[in-house]
């Protein structure tokens, strides 16, 4: 079975950073565009910032523009999301998601669902 599986997450301080971490030893991503999606209680599941494959067009949500960075690194087979000026409204459950066939990264980000895999989260809690 082909698994995600996300790394990096933890309790940080407002203003703090932490960098997020998505990879699989069972398959290679480099043609899979990749999102972050995070979900926190009561709210729904919504994409944070999306990269596409083979090319480096990037989508970020108007609520992480300039403090998160998507990034890959297809030599070692993960995608990152380093995450900087942390608040406490970034609190949730990442998970990182796959897609072979999606074919542009807003469209990526706005599917929150019906990607090809998914990882089992990792906890980012901001809090003083």
């Known amino acids: 079975q082909r698994q995600l599986v996300e790394s990096g997450g933890g309790l940080v301080q407002p203003g703090g950073s932490l960098r997020l971490s998505c990879t699989t030893s069972?398959?290679?991503?480099?043609?899979?565009?990749i999102g972050w999606f995070r979900q926190a209680p009561g709210k729904e599941r919504e994409g944070v910032s999306c990269?596409?494959?083979?090319?480096?067009?990037?989508y970020y949500a108007d609520s992480v523009k300039g403090r998160f960075t998507i990034s890959r690194d297809n030599a070692k087979n993960t995608v990152f999301l380093q995450m900087t000026n942390l608040q406490p409204e970034d609190t949730a459950v990442y998970y990182c998601?796959?897609?072979?066939?999606?074919?542009?990264?807003?469209?990526?980000?706005?599917?929150?669902?019906?990607?090809?895999?998914w990882g089992q989260g990792t906890q980012v809690t901001v809090s003083s």
């Open positions: 069972g398959f290679s991503l480099d043609y899979y565009a």
């Open positions: 998601a796959a897609d072979l066939l999606i074919t542009g990264v807003q469209a990526m980000c706005e599917v929150t669902i019906r990607h090809d895999y």
């Open positions: 990269i596409n494959s083979g090319h480096s067009s990037a």
